[in-house]
């Protein structure tokens, strides 16, 4: 604190310095010498800019001068509010010209009709008259197509798991195959993916082995999280997946700083920030979102809107159109697809992808794809909604089974195969699992270490403290912890 605060006092007084007393911010007079923070804050700042210059109240501190210029995105904006500019009467206010109207008018807080949600398949595989989406090849469409295949016995088994107490808790991605499989084919490694907690299929496809899932649900000595996060909490340094977290939405507002990063750094890459629909009623939906578009950072948000936040309808969330029109709200180009078609989330995200990476500008995705399972196996769905109508969704608009009945018409797929593929997949998770319980778990000093180089006396300690604990009531704790 007492470090903060005299690097604030020196930055009061160092924007005291470059005021005049008539309130005119000087550029001039920064330089290396009266600059107490280096000249990182005023390298690259242009020589023209060197001159007084007004100071009003919403131009950046100096300390902020190396923010980068406008990108594409920011110059459309300012062409759309200089659209305005041939009308003599209108309002040059912060921001661009609003025109002026002698009618008083009301935005309507709905649209006539609601915003169409983008797909290339129907139910039965085909594709719809008119469609365009990106063209994939046999190899990418069966890599699809068995990751799809493989979260599904993932989730069946790893969800039978839990409820014989082998593991403590679990969450399907039942219904949402679709958005895991394809958005990760969409994307390219280098791109940084902050998951909510249901997009296993992203680290799937980016080689996260079976046995790396499994590892992590019974947290072994095996598991990159060294046993310390929840089941399902996945994370991955190498595949470019950071840590599940369960606070919800947290990952938002971070997401659009890390995209900034990627922008100062000038990387070919993009930001992947997932979010459920239950998320978007939390404020860092909104900060990130505004964050995002405000310093024009290349982050795709993709919000999974299935229907049910937990047991809280959308019904009850929001009263708008669901989650596409928030990002127009925000400056935000958006657009909602149909979840639970492959080949509309590909192409979406793809395009997106582009956008992010090539304009320097966020995007929002919203798909739309029900969830069949269960929230987690702390729920049951059947108390808040009708089974009829989770049988309609599982069984008519099922997104495995209308991607099996697209690439068996492409001439890629057959019945021999398919059951080939599920009796190969359902051994490989098998298998897995029980290599996984067998493995012994991360030894007792694991719980205190990786967060202070030398550990202090208090967490010394309490490390003491449990061990004697232990040797005490060894019939209390489970068997199989290293000591």
Known sequence: MAMWSTRSKAIGNYVKRCVCSNGRFMAGLVDHQSNPFGSSLTSGVAETSRHPRPFPCNMALPFLVRRFESTLAGKQLELLHASDADDDQALDFPGGKVTYTPEMKFIWENYEKRVPCYRVLDENGDQIMGSNFKEISKEVALKMYNGMVTLQFMDTIFYEAQRQGRISFYMTTIGEEAINIASAAALSDGDLVLPQYREPGVLLWRGFTLQDFANQCFGNKDDGGKGRQMPVHYGSKKHNYLTVSSPIATQLPQAAGIAYSLKMDKKDACVVAFIGDGGTSEGDFHAGLNFAAVMEAPVIFLCRNNGWAISTHISEQFRSDGIVVKGQAYGIRSIRVDGSDALAVYTAIHTAREMAVSEQRPVLVETLAYRIGHHSTSDDSTKYRPLDEIEYWKMARNPVN??????????????????????????????????????????????????????????????????????????????????
Do not use: C, H, M
Not at 421 to 449: C, G, H
């Open 402 to 483: 209308r991607f099996r009945r697209w690439i068996e018409k492409e001439g890629w797929w057959s019945e021999k195969e398919e059951s080939e593929l599920r009796s190969s997949i359902k051994k490989q998770v098998l298998q897995a699992i029980q290599v996984a319980e067998r493995t012994e778990k991360p030894p007792i000093a694991e719980l205190f270490s990786d967060v202070y180089d030398q550990p202090p006396d208090n967490l010394q300690e309490q490390e003491k403290e449990l061990r004697e604990t232990i040797n005490k009531y060894p019939q209390d704790y489970p068997s199989g912890f290293p000591l």
